[in-house]
């Protein structure tokens, strides 16, 4: 139960140092919050919780796979912003976006015989 409690606060700390720096410096919080960071950890937690080298390969390639649809939302969500949209129909508009873009990315690599 330790362990799991260290997990969850190490993760919420990186949440928490993102959010603050980014109120006073956006650009800097935005490049903390670019870098792969819970994937690191994920992989990490995986490593020493002893999962299979195979299935640890497997969540880094499927990392990869959903990073690329999860990309259109940084750019729509600000245009939204910027255009006057309320925060959160933007917020829902871009998360939806993404989730279409994840279900055509499945898709898309199921046909080229990659399971995710």
């Known amino acids: ?15 928490a140092i993102v959010s603050e720096l980014s109120k006073r410096f956006p ?3 935005a490049l903390i919050a670019s870098l792969p960071l819970i ?11 002893d999962v299979d ?23 729509v ?12 129909l933007a917020l829902a508009a871009s998360c939806a976006l993404t989730i279409v873009l994840y279900i055509i990315m499945v898709a898309a690599l199921d046909r080229f015989g990659i399971k995710l």
Do not use: C
């Open 1 to 15: 139960m330790t362990y799991l409690i260290l997990k969850a606060a190490l993760s919420g700390i990186i949440i």
């Open 27 to 29: 650009g800097y919080g």
């Open 39 to 49: 994937s690191i950890l994920a992989i990490i937690w995986m490593w020493r919780d």
């Open 53 to 75: 080298r195979l299935q640890i390969a497997d969540h880094a390639q499927a990392t990869f796979w959903f990073v690329l649809p999860s990309l259109p939302m940084f750019l």
């Open 77 to 88: 969500f600000p245009v939204m912003l910027r255009a006057g949209v309320n925060f959160w």
